[in-house]
Each structure stands twice: as structure tokens, then as C-alpha cells.
């Protein structure tokens, strides 16, 4: 995926610094996992380094460049441990070739991604760079969480904020990329506005399969028996690294059943496909056990980060779940 979707004031801000020439030496993009931060580095790359006319031109040799990969003053920094963004990382990526002018371009362009995993150490060896940093350096570091940043690094660099996308835009393009109607209400609203999210998700079976497996419990609740209750658990067991997801899609249909109770009509509802059923549990459920249900799904929640024993929670979950559904 190479499209950017939203964030139009910040690719405006973007496109004036670089067609002004009013550009900092480093920038920090911060915003959730798969808002697109990484796309929108690399454009502004794009925009600094261009030598066309309507910038980023897409036809010159540094857009070919920059749009295959290869651009030899666009730097895109690696780490060499997963979870670490080490010392070793910073001074092999940036501080030991900051010092070489760029080969062609007027800037060279440094970015980092998942630059919170840089630890102190990382942190303060960029410092040196970013204190003093030659003429032609542009640093970029990405970050969803940039109070990880010493604020010496924080108060050096131009923040700049990467926004979710409304979860509507989201079932729309999907819509229009050809999911199906139900995967792709389900995807948008789990979303928290990230397309990168979304399409990992919507590629994923287990994703696919517990939401199966949820929908099948949150539509009757009360036809629960202790068997399908067992059975719904023995498939989620194997679903594990889904179990947030499943928690979300509760909390979502709960919400749609509150939205029902207040007289708010179907237009509101999250889950207008599933409609039926959650009228149905709107007129038989109060108040105080729709109340329960979203207590409930956080004491699994807790449970599970104590680490209590999964099965026991869960069955726990579905069996509060189905008294609060027969109006208990
Ligand atoms: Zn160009």
C-alpha cells in the first residue's frame, strides 16, 4: 500500500515547509501503529529531494529513486534486535555518515522508524547529531508514543502529530476495495482509525475466525448451553492472540444494544446488519445488566493480564454474558 488517506493539513504544512525551504533538521511523526507514519516520512523525502517542477513530481530520477527504495540520501535507519533500537544502531545508521555530504540531493534524509525502542543510550548518541547537525540533515524519527523521548531530544525536534482515520472512511474504502460488507464493519470498527490495522486484520484468518466464533455467541445468548460454552472455548484457546479482539466486538455489540435501549434507531448502530438480534436483547435486557456486561468484559480483562487461568475467565465472561441477556 502506498496511498496516503487523511492527514491533509499536515501533508499542506509538509509541502510549504520543503517548496519554502523552511525545513528543520529533525521532525518527530508521532501517531497509533499503521496510521501511516512511515508512508508519510517518505513522502515528505520525496518532496525535499525532488527536482521536478509540481514536487514530488513521481518522474524524476529522485522520485524513481526514492520510489523503488534505492535513493542514496534517503536513509531509512534499521535496528538490529526486534524489541531495540541500541546505540551500536545510531552510530553505524546515522552518526558515523552524517558527516558525508549527499551524494546528488540538497538534503540527506534519516529516517527511524519505531524510533520509541531507542533506549537512553541510542537517545543520547543521537543527541550529539541532532545538537549540531550539518546543513543538509533532515532526521525523521517515528514513534507512537513520543513522551518515550528524552525531552532534550523532544524539545530539538518540529512534533508532528499522524491522526487516525475516521472509522467510516475506513468501511468505505474497504468497501470500495471489495471486502465483504460484514468484514468490513467489523475491521473499521476495531480499527481505532488505523487502515494498517484494518488490513492486517481483514488478511487475517484467526481474525476472521473469532469473529465468527463471537458474532455465534452475542447473537443468542440465552440458547447458550454449558456444551457450546465449552465449545466456544476450546476453539478460542487456539485463537488466543485474538481474545482483545473478542473483548472489542463485545464491547461494540453492548454499545449497539445500549444505542438500541435509548431509542437512538438503527442508523447509530455499529452492527446495523445485525439489527435484529440486537433489538431483540435492546427490549429484554435493563439497563443495570447491559451495565454488567461491559463491567464483566473488564474484570476478564484484568483477570487475564493477572493471569488467571483463561478458560475459567472466559467461561465466567459467557456465563454473566447469557444471565444478563435473560434480563438478570
Ligand atoms: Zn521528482
Redesign the pocket.
Known sequence: MTEIYGNDSLLESLRNAACKGQVSHSYILNGADGTGKLLIARYFA?LL????EE??????????Q?LSGHHPDIIEVGHEKPNLFGVDDVRTGINQTVQVRPYSSPYKVYILDEAEKMNQQAQNALLKTIEEPPDYVVILLLTSNAESFLETIRSRCVRLDVRPLPEDFIEELLLRRGAEKQDAVRAARLSGGSLGKTFSMLESEPFRKMSELTFGILRDPLKLTMKDIHAFLGEMEKLREETENMFSLMELWFRDVMVMKAGKGEALLLFREEQDHIRAQAARMSYAGTNRVFDEISHARECLNANVNYELTLELLLIAVKECAEGR
Not at 55 to 64: A, D, E, I, T, V
Request: charged fraction near 10%; proline fraction near 6%.
Open positions: 520525496r529531494q525532488c527536482t521536478g514536487k514530488p513530481c513521481g518522474h524524476c530520477l529522485s522520485c524513481l526514492a
